[in-house]
């Protein structure tokens, strides 16, 4: 049996605040793969990290990899160092050479360690590597302010023939200071047989947190008499 109905997607805008959060970026490539090796794939990324809640959210472009993506997830050790794995992208990341990746994770106690130390980093698996292509260490994460979502925040209800298969994925869930007002989010929906449809969503970042101003010390002033 053969599914070659596309999906009906459906789009809503949303309203996000941003917040204190803590965000980290890179890049990736094969001189990082332990051992490196010289191909001429490209990758970067972005994470936020939620300490209230231990959501990671995660942003990745790849381009150029030999073949398509066979796995890809998140391990954990130091740079020079492989580690395990801890975080699964495969179920739902493309299977492609060139694309993007977006998800939200809640992580366990010993992740989130992990993560703050330094010690994780991302790898993109292909037929040619099959013991990674591209990685990427992802260095622990600093104070900064932003937002995120997930893709399902903006499905306004995609239909499909087989709607169980349906998957969600969006062209940006993590948007800083840069972004504030509206912002055009491509939501891309997969049924189970690969057929995809997007449409595109408006979502407004706002700023609701009032500035600190901190005043200085009193001042004296000498003057002159009868001024």
């Excluded at 805008?13 to 794939?41: F, H, I, R, Y």
């Excluded at 495969?90 to 992740?111: E, H, M």
């Excluded at 239909?159 to 989010?185: H, K, M, Q, R, W």
């Amino acid at each position: 049996v053969t599914d070659m109905q596309a999906p009906t997607a459906v789009c809503k805008d949303l309203v996000v605040d941003l917040a204190a959060l803590q965000c980290a970026s890179g890049a990736l490539s094969g001189a990082q793969e332990v051992p490196a090796n010289a191909s001429a794939a490209t990758g970067s990324f972005k994470t936020t990290f939620n300490s209230a809640t231990n959501e990671l959210t995660v942003n990745l472009n790849f381009a150029n990899l030999s073949a398509p993506i066979t796995v890809a997830h998140i391990h954990n050790a130091p740079a020079g160092s492989n580690g395990p794995v801890i975080l699964d992208f495969t179920p739902t990341i493309a299977k492609v050479s060139t694309g993007s990746y977006t998800n939200t994770f809640v992580l366990t106690a010993p992740q989130a360690a992990a993560l703050l130390a330094g010690n994780t980093y991302i790898n993109i698996h292909s037929s040619v590597f099959p013991g990674g292509e591209v990685r990427g260490q992802i260095p622990a994460p600093s104070n900064c302010t932003a937002a995120y979502i997930v893709a399902a925040q903006v499905n306004g209800g995609s239909v499909d023939n087989c709607p169980a298969s349906l998957t969600y994925s969006a062209s940006t869930t993590i948007f800083d200071c840069s972004n504030l007002g509206e912002n055009n989010v491509t939501l891309t929906v997969r049924d189970g047989a690969g057929n995809t449809s997007t449409c595109v969503s408006e979502v407004t970042v706002r700023d609701v947190t009032a500035p600190t101003f901190t005043c200085p010390a009193p001042i004296t002033v000498a003057s002159c008499d009868n001024v």
